[in-house]
T-cell receptor, first 109, second 114 residues
């Protein structure tokens, strides 16, 4: 069952902040975040593991609430290069990731 | 390292034709998977493998077949193409246990079935 992402789309001006949310109905082992530019493959940003470990991008932060099966991705001081579609992928530990439908982020000058 | 490679980049098929999408990785990853991406639907899992000789079905397996004879290669076969299979197909690999390690995606194959 796909995790639910919100918002579906957001438009920011350079320098503004954004939060993208990901929610699952299943107990989660990990949450992944990926960014996809138009016409390209998804690129890894971050993994959040049950228990609090994080691996990934230095300039992007995220949180993982295990009890609520929710994760949020925080994009601060956005740059034009942040534009793209952001996907969360949720894992239970012994099955492949299930991805949400994505959040389209547009950063304008 | 080339990472994850996919061929072809683009393909047009007629309804009823069969073909194989190729995927290879040179990172010695055990875990590989195939996703399809349709507008507004995100990435949906077709089939996956946890090692040579081991495959399993994902969320949308109908009309597709896979095999994994080597660690490096994980081809996806369309048995009898249908217009509903028009999509962008991504192959991905990861080092080990689902969820612990990042997934590396190939560049994708854009398939159109007429």
């Amino acid at each position: 069952q796909q995790p639910v992402q919100s918002p579906q789309a957001v438009i920011l001006r350079e320098g503004e902040d954004a939060v993208i949310n990901c929610s699952s109905s299943k107990a989660l082992y990990s949450v992944h975040w990926y960014r996809q530019k138009h016409g390209e493959a998804p690129v890894f940003l971050m993994i959040l593991l049950k228990g609090g470990e994080q691996k990934g991008h230095e300039k992007i932060s995220a949180s993982f609430n295990e009890k609520k099966q929710q994760s949020s991705l925080y994009l601060t001081a956005s740059q034009l290069s942040y534009s793209g579609t952001y996907f969360c992928g949720t894992g239970t530990g012994n099955t492949p990731l299930v991805f949400g439908k994505g959040t389209r982020l547009s950063v304008i000058a | 390292n080339a990472g994850v490679t996919q061929t072809p980049k683009f393909q047009v098929l007629k309804t009823g034709q069969s073909m194989t999408l190729q995927c290879a990785q040179d990172m010695n990853h055990e875990y590989m998977s195939w996703y399809r991406q349709d507008p507004g639907m995100g990435l949906r899992l077709i089939h996956y493998s946890v090692g040579a000789g081991i495959t399993d079905q994902g969320e949308v397996p109908n009309g597709y077949n896979v095999s994994r004879s080597t660690t490096e290669d994980f081809p996806l076969r369309l048995l009898s193409a249908a217009p509903s299979q028009t999509s962008v197909y991504f192959c991905a690999s990861s080092y080990s246990t689902w969820g612990d390690y990042e997934q590396y995606f190939g560049p994708g194959t854009r398939l159109t079935v007429t």
